[in-house]
């Protein structure tokens, strides 16, 4: 441990609860020092900010303005209208003048619907009703604000985090859990947003434990972070049931469910969710904007993105509102967006290539890696698997990667299943040490696409079918109740013709 | 000698009483075979196996009478599943069915719809909207994009369009053709 870690001369790891490990794991470089040596400064607003309507886990929002509407910071302009979505914020105040189809922050480089909003340079924010004291709402009026507000899981998968602080049939959660520990390399984002903002990552963490009537708070931050757990150590020094800690670093702890072994020693259930075993677990700049969204009425519109890799000459976080073109920000770092080899959003580990610079940060979006020609490993050849077990050493789910692998690329896909592909998290830790250089992930990629696929297909092959199926019968109801309307109509007229002899001709005729 | 005739006697008339209580109880309804077919086939009720749908031509390759590679929009996975249901050896699509194609849906150039219902007696599985004299519409989610209401079209106002890919539906490709964002220094 660095000096660092001597508080006013105690060694203030003392007395720390005890931690457990998961299985696996790996070391890779860290490349975070990069980002960390300029302040943060906020990132200059675009001629034209893109906000895309679906920046989280779920349904996209419904657009609420109309092209040519003004609009405050903000202001909402994309509705929820499903349980699991998340509204959209105006992140500075302008002009509506687009509502269409543009590239976004997605691995398949496809366009999504976006609001387009030219900027007026005034930056006037909406006045928003603050909340006196929190702990006078009650949890589900709390909860209904930080959906309001858009508020969603800023760790990277951007899940609605109103949903995540229901702990619904539970009468309260034992831990709450402030996710601190940002394993992946080159990501420092969550790094100085803790080292600026302890008090309010801490009120915000309060917050939290209300809605959820969680019993314990624990922040966990890895060891690679010493000012940002002394920063927040000594916020928490006089809160009761704040219990800071500090893991040494390993690739892939951030997990939810690695995290959860860390500090609690339990597992949580294949299929099951962390709540199911009275734990939630959040990230530390959700808290930052659950606090701001409670005491200052300020929904979410802006994030701390790390802009690093060789392409930038000046690597450091920005302070960015969503919307922003990744290609200002790599200009403004210092670097030319031309001589960008590849572009990364997210980690080298999780992240995915983008296809074009013009997209925008979205809520999800924490780092940005403008890679040149010199930052990229050559392709290496890939070369047959050896079944060495490398990967599943390092596999923190403790899934066999190789047997995985095997069936996937033969596209057994129940075989696949039944080895538990679900449970892979995609942390990259096999393709990472495979000596022959094998893209595994990529593999349970494509085969959890394919089932997917595959499901779809058989469900919607049952609906045909049973439309199918109505439609005969539907048709041969019909046929009968012709058949029979006809009987009855034969059947009365030959009793008319046994009356009245002389119609015949009319009989006939019909 | 005697009580052997006898117990053999005696036991065969309890496993015949069993075995004619059994095919009683447990009688099944209909045949579970075809329905196993019919599970695997795609449900488009194309009918380009030659059979007015799904599940009669399931019924004439349980009975013999149809092979397993006349389904081109099952493709090859479906011939596999059905080969492997079987026990049979997989073989080509027969090229007299069709190929395989990217699946479609039905669309309707409404201004040049005349209302005449024909397509609408053409679906088989009740995917398009309209009445006599009214403009008709197809329901994208249930097209099974069989192709059938194509050709009874008096104005050819429909056309069959590939269903657009969306942030949502796209998975990812098979690894050789991925982009791989990883192998940092």
């Known amino acids: 441990m660095s000096a660092n870690l001597y508080h006013d001369g105690v060694d203030i790891l003392h007395g720390q609860r005890r931690l457990w490990s998961f299985h696996g794991g790996i070391h890779p470089p860290q490349h975070k020092h990069e980002s960390t040596n300029l302040p943060v400064i906020r990132a200059k607003l675009p001629e034209r900010l893109i906000l895309p309507l679906h920046q989280h886990i779920g349904e996209p929002a419904e657009p609420i303005v109309q092209v040519g509407d003004k609009v405050l910071k903000g202001q909402m302009i994309g509705r929820a209208q499903e349980f699991l979505s998340a509204p959209v914020h105006a992140s500075t105040s302008g002009t509506v003048v687009d509502i269409g189809d543009y590239a976004v922050p997605h691995p398949s480089g496809l366009n999504a619907t976006c609001i387009v909003i030219e900027p007026d340079g005034e930056d006037r924010g909406l006045e928003h009703p603050r909340v006196g004291d929190y702990l006078q709402l009650a949890p589900s009026a709390l909860r209904n604000l930080i959906r309001d507000a858009g508020i969603v899981g800023l760790g990277g998968a951007g899940f609605p985090s109103y949903i995540k602080l229901n702990p619904g049939k539970l009468d309260g959660i034992d831990t709450l859990i402030l996710n601190g520990i940002e394993c992946e390399p080159y990501i420092t984002c969550d790094d100085m947003l803790m080292r600026e903002y302890p008090r309010e990552i801490i009120a915000g963490l309060r917050v939290m434990q209300h809605a959820l009537q969680a019993r314990v708070c624990v922040i966990a931050i890895e060891d690679n972070k010493p000012e940002a757990f002394r920063a927040l150590h000594d916020a928490a020094l006089h809160e009761a049931g704040i219990d800071v800690i500090l893991c040494p670093t390993v690739y892939p702890q951030g997990g939810e469910k690695q995290l959860i072994r860390v500090i609690t020693g339990k597992e949580v259930p294949a299929n099951g969710l962390a709540i199911h075993i009275g734990i939630v677990c959040h990230n530390v700049a959700t808290a930052l904007a659950v606090h701001r969204a409670v005491q200052d009425g300020q929904p979410l519109v802006s994030r701390y993105v790390t802009v690093t890799g060789g392409g930038v000459s000046q690597p450091r976080n920005l302070d960015v509102a969503f919307g922003t073109p990744v290609r200002d920000l790599i200009i403004q770092c210092g670097g030319d967006p031309a001589a960008v080899k590849r572009l990364v959003m997210g980690g080298p580990m999780m992240g995915y290539a983008l296809h074009s610079d013009a997209v925008p940060v979205i809520k999800t979006t924490n780092c940005i890696i403008a890679a040149t020609e010199a930052d990229i490993v050559p392709p290496r050849p890939v070369m047959p698997c050896i079944r060495c077990g490398a990967c599943a050493d390092a596999c923190p789910v403790m899934l066999l990667p190789q047997q995985l692998y095997w069936y996937a690329h033969t596209n057994d896909l129940d075989k696949v299943q039944e080895y538990n592909l679900f449970d892979c998290i995609e942390c990259g830790c096999c393709s990472y040490v495979c000596p022959s250089n094998i893209p595994l992930v990529q593999y349970y990629r494509y085969a959890k696409g394919a089932i997917w696929i595959k499901e779809r297909e058989h469900e919607q092959a049952d609906i045909a079918r049973q439309r199918h199926e109505f439609r005969l019968d539907r048709l041969a109801r019909e046929k009968a109740e012709r058949e029979a309307r006809r009987r009855l109509k034969k059947a009365s007229l030959a009793k008319n013709q046994d009356n009245t002899p002389h119609t015949e001709e009319a009989v006939d005729n019909d | ?185």
């Open chain 2, 1 to 185: 000698m005697l009580a052997a005739v006898l117990s053999l006697g005696v036991m065969s008339v309890v496993f015949g009483l069993l075995l004619g209580f059994a095919a009683v109880r447990f009688k099944v309804e209909g045949d579970p075979l075809v329905d196993k077919i019919d599970a695997i086939l795609p449900q488009t009720q194309c009918g380009q196996c030659g059979y007015p749908g799904c599940r009669p031509y399931a019924t004439a390759i349980a009975s013999g009478a149809a092979d397993i590679n006349q389904c081109p929009p099952g493709g090859e996975a479906g011939i596999l599943a059905l080969a492997d249901l079987l026990g049979r050896d997989p073989k080509p699509l027969n090229p007299e069915n069709g190929q395989v194609k990217e699946k479609m849906v039905a669309a309707i150039d409404e201004p040049r719809c005349i209302g005449c219902t024909l397509c609408i007696q053409a679906c088989p599985v009740d995917a398009i909207l309209g009445a006599a004299k009214q403009m008709h519409t197809v329901i994208e989610q249930e097209c099974t994009g069989c192709d059938l209401c194509v050709a009874p079209c008096p104005v050819d106002c429909i056309s069959m369009v590939p269903i657009a890919q969306t942030i949502d539906s796209w998975r990812w490709p098979a690894p050789e053709k991925a982009r791989i964002a990883g192998s940092y220094r």
